[in-house]
């Protein structure tokens, strides 16, 4: 049934048909409204979940990785400074291979303290071991979020959907929500591989010497690389019973292009109307939506940009000292093709700034006209201060 | 569906997971402090001169178990009706709850369990030592002899007591007023002395012949002969007709005899006497004016009677030294000097002198002396110093050349003349005789040392007698130690008493009984000051599983094997009945 929600309902909204068991979160803004919604179906009895209340984020997740030892779904939402807290814990949720899912409310990081949204938050855990999922609009925040229960109950990793801050989770959109039928067909209950059993105790997460730590590393390298496969069977299904796919990438007028802008949230979407203007004046631009960031996928990636001259990488994001992550990230996956297409770099938006078509339209004209980037990352909309 | 999934991607999944017992690490190796249960001294323990065991009692009522509380207060003092009644209650003054809302209301709970004892007919079962050769003798049934009878009783020892009086009690039978301890009461607290053995022989005319007597038929005997003179002014007119002396005049009142007043009387004096005298006389019809040298606040009398006596319309003229007293008819005139306030004597209380030749008089239609009192006889003193008397506390022990000891107790000795005190004091003089008769003479102070509560010089006579309160230190447990997150404000339960008009009207007792609800609510809030109720958070809270409940007294004991010695049992435990030591002590 169609209905117009906020985006952070859309996150309520899945989890309460993935029938979730143990939810436990610390709230923050703007991640806020989706456990307002959670609490408020526990108590009314529209989930039959636990709602465990906790000090902090920190205490969230832990609680987390005991509820899903025992073999239950779990779920938790958080934003900026809380998943900054978490960080030690979600190294630990990735190594204790519990499925837990996390909707994360990309904000930007204190201080100068701001609330709006900015992707350094989750991109600063891309080595935690998270599968990361970045979304582009409610639907696809309710649909992701249902996918991310199969996704990490089958590769056995820790599953983030990310949304930007207000643009999405406070942003009121038409979404379908399913009904609760299709969605048990889909995501049946929860079948732990393991879990604790009194009757068999066993000691989890306990002291690993030289001798085995690399190879569950190594395993676990390799489940995230089988999780690329498993999404595209998860999402062939979904679109079977829903009819609707995302892709881990989505090219977007990628054939015959000769510059192609590199997104990923909600900037896609005002990227859809650059593009489609630009087209509409003869200019032949592409777009490539980033939805997958962990695992990376490399070999798409590659195979839809190997031929196009020049890639502008557009990053709500910064790591200090090297460029835009998202730039790394594409440079990285191409740098081993013979005759790579140039990658120019461009930070945006840092803090919720607007990124409007204006800016996206002055990132393709200076792709255009520059022969080679004129540096690893160019700031656009910088003002004199 | 089903048979799709099986076509799913098989992913690697090896993480960490141990079927071996986490039992086979001894995690106790690493610690280097060692949490141990170790119970401690509470405050109001140390503060009651018969050193109860309060914050057991508390906890024993808190649990419903009236009896046993009831007995804990019995190994310690003969008279917990008495005392739940009259005693001035020093342990509240230093309990650790009045620094966190009110202190507990200890007294109230003391009346509680003595009343529910006695009107329930509980039989108490007490620790007796085996029986002893030695008899000895108590001058006096006043609480210093009887306190004594019983201990040496419970020691092994047989007593005989000699009381010149027609029933025995003392100051509890002829001296403290009908309204603060009914007679009923008290009368029950001797029978369960006498039941225990203890033989009281009243109407006895005390001599120095009987005593010369006494000493060949007994190896020991106790002076407990009290204060029962009345000071003399030292004025003229005091020994004139309607003269009267006031704790005389509170033995005629508890022997039956009828008196009434009109018009003012005055009550000269700022002891407990003066003030029961006083409020004797407004029950009588009279107009009380107790007339006290120094200032209100200078006033021996315990404070919440001085209150009780304002209360009822008593009142008190400071600085007025009496100097003079004439008859004129029916009515006295009181001539009185003014006093004034010089400073502090070594009391701490009002230094005072003349104030240049000011002088009032005051028309009164009786007077009544109660500036405190000494002992009736001499001989009832104890002699002065020399090598062969040991002073202590609360008594004063004399070995003679023919072998057999005198102990002179009660307010003979004591500075403080209270109730609690006279029963320290017989404890005191049974402990140091039974020690003496056992260890000899120079071994009394050390045997007294052994068994203080916390650093003395309350006695624990449970402790003497090797029971569980062995176990405690003397560490005097603070506020500061008690862990104040596991209690809530509460209030003090207020003690009910009789309407001011109805007091006035009766001899009836003015204090209320409480109910066993409010007396378990109160008991409740004590925070049991190191000791252990088995609240069990060292156990919710030990993260190693090394708490272990067993069947021993403590009900739990720590797994060394597993105890990392984290500390975290000593942090959380509300009372301080836990300790942290360094681990090789």
Not at chain 2, 466 to 492: K, L, W
Request: glycine share 8%; with cysteine; aromatic share 8%.
């Amino acid at each position: 049934m169609k209905r117009v929600l906020e985006g952070s309902q859309a996150v309520a909204e899945a989890v309460r048909l993935a029938k979730v068991d143990v939810i436990s979160a610390y709230p923050i803004t703007p991640q806020t409204h989706i456990v307002e919604f959670l609490s408020e179906y526990c108590a009314k009895g529209t989930m039959n979940a636990r709602f465990l209340r906790v000090e902090s984020e920190h205490s969230a997740l832990a609680t987390l990785i005991g509820a899903a030892t025992t073999g239950v779904r779990t779920f938790t939402a958080t934003s900026s400074q809380g998943l900054a807290l978490m960080h030690e814990l979600l190294h630990w949720t990735t190594g204790a291979r519990v499925p837990v899912v996390m909707a994360e409310v990309n904000r930007a990081l204190g201080p100068g303290w701001n609330i709006w949204t900015d992707q350094t938050d989750s991109l600063a855990q891309r080595d935690t071991g998270w599968i990361q999922l970045y979304c582009e609009n409610g639907q696809e925040v309710l649909d992701t979020i249902i996918q991310a229960f199969r996704l990490g109950e089958w590769v056995n990793l820790p599953v983030m959907v990310v949304l930007d801050a207000f643009f999405l989770s406070h942003t009121y959109e038409p979404v379908d929500v399913p009904d609760q039928e299709p969605v048990d067909h889909f995501l049946p209950p929860y079948e732990p591989k393991f879990q604790v059993d009194t009757k068999d105790p066993r000691a989890f997460g306990s002291l690993v010497a030289p001798n085995a730590y690399m190879e569950m590393r190594y395993n676990i390298a390799e489940a995230m690389e089988e999780a690329q496969s498993c999404f595209q069977k998860i999402e062939d299904e979904y679109k079977g019973i829903f009819g609707r796919r995302y892709g881990l990438v989505e090219p977007v007028y990628c054939d015959d292009a000769e510059i192609v802008l590199v997104t990923s949230g909600t900037i896609t979407s005002t990227s859809r109307q650059v593009i489609n203007d630009l087209r509409a004046r003869g200019e032949k631009v592409g777009l490539l939506k980033i939805k997958l960031f962990r695992p990376f996928p490399v070999d798409i990636i590659r195979q839809i940009l190997k031929s196009i001259p020049k890639v502008a990488v557009i990053d709500r994001n910064i790591s200090f000292g090297a460029s835009g992550i998202f730039a790394q990230e594409v440079r990285a996956a191409l740098c081993n093709l013979a005759g790579h297409p140039l990658v120019f770099g461009y930070i945006v938006g840092l803090g919720g700034r607007d990124v409007t078509t204006d800016v996206l339209e002055d990132i393709y004209w200076r792709t255009k006209n520059n022969n080679v980037p004129e540096k690893e990352s160019i700031w656009l909309g910088l003002q004199e201060v | 569906m089903a048979e799709k999934k099986e076509t799913e991607n098989v992913v690697p999944l090896l993480f960490p997971r141990s079927s071996m017992s986490t039992e086979n690490n001894l995690t106790g190796s690493w610690r280097f402090l060692k949490p141990c249960y170790e119970e401690k001294t509470a405050p109001c323990s140390t503060a009651c001169p018969a050193g109860e065991d309060i914050g057991r009692v508390e906890m024993l009522m808190t649990q419903g178990m009236f009896k046993e509380a009831w007995e804990t207060i019995l190994k310690e003092n003969p008279f917990p009706a008495v005392c739940g009644r009259v005693c001035f209650h020093p342990c509240e003054g230093k309990c650790n709850r009045g620094e966190f809302d009110d202190p507990v209301a200890i007294r109230s709970i003391e009346r509680f369990l003595a009343d529910a004892a006695l009107r329930n007919e509980f039989n108490p079962s007490f620790d007796r030592l085996s029986s002893r050769k030695e008899k000895i003798a108590v001058i006096g049934a006043g609480p210093s002899g009887l306190a004594a009878a019983y201990f040496l009783t419970l020691l092994g020892y047989t007593c005989d007591v000699f009381e010149s009086m027609p029933e025995a009690g003392g100051i509890l039978r002829w001296g403290i007023p009908l309204y603060r301890l009914p007679v009923s009461v008290l009368r029950s607290e001797i029978a369960r002395i006498e039941n225990l053995g203890v033989h009281i022989h009243t109407g006895k005319h005390i001599s120095q012949d009987f005593l010369k007597k006494a000493q060949g038929d007994y190896s020991a005997i106790f002076m407990g002969c009290g204060h029962s003179s009345t000071r003399r002014l030292n004025i003229h007119g005091e020994d004139i007709e309607g003269v009267e002396n006031g704790l005389e005049f509170l033995g005629k009142i508890r022997r039956g005899e009828k008196y009434s007043f009109d018009g003012p009387v005055a009550v000269i004096g700022g002891g407990n006497t003066a003030v029961d005298v006083a409020r004797n006389v407004v029950r009588l019809g009279g107009k009380s004016l107790i007339v006290y040298r120094r200032r209100r606040r200078d006033m021996p009398a315990f404070d919440q009677e001085i209150q009780m006596a304002l209360e009822e319309g008593v009142e008190i003229r400071e600085l007025l030294a009496p100097a003079k007293v004439e008859s004129n008819g029916n009515e006295y005139t009181l001539t009185v000097q003014l006093m004034k306030v010089t400073g502090k004597d070594i009391d701490g209380r009002a230094a005072i002198e003349p104030e240049g030749g000011k002088t009032e008089e005051i028309t009164v239609r009786k007077i009544f002396k109660a500036i405190g009192e000494e002992a009736a006889e001499s001989w009832y003193n104890p002699p002065g110093k020399n090598k062969s008397i040991i002073t202590l506390s609360n008594s004063v022990l004399v070995q003679n050349s023919k072998g057999s000891v005198l102990v002179f107790g009660g307010d003979l000795t004591n500075k403080t003349k209270s109730v609690v005190h006279a029963v320290a004091s017989g404890k005191e003089a049974a402990i140091a005789l039974d020690v003496l008769f056992k260890k000899g003479f120079d071994a009394i102070e050390s045997g007294l040392e052994t068994c203080t509560v916390g650093e003395g010089p309350s006695l624990s006579m449970e402790v003497y007698m090797g029971g569980p309160r062995c176990d405690r230190t003397h560490h005097v447990v603070v506020y500061d130690e008690i862990n104040t997150d596991y209690f809530q404000m509460a209030s003090r339960v207020s003690q009910p008493r009789l309407l001011i008009e109805e007091r006035l009207k009766t001899f009836g007792e003015i204090d209320l009984k409480i109910s066993a609800n409010s007396a378990m609510k109160e008991a409740g809030r004590c925070f049991n000051c190191g000791l252990c109720n088995q609240c069990d958070n060292c156990y919710f809270f030990c993260p190693d599983l090394a708490i272990l409940r067993d069947d021993g007294p403590q009900g739990r004991h720590i797994n060394y094997d597993y105890c990392k010695g984290c500390g975290v049992c000593v942090v959380e435990c509300p009372r301080n009945a836990m300790v942290l030591k360094e681990e090789n002590q």
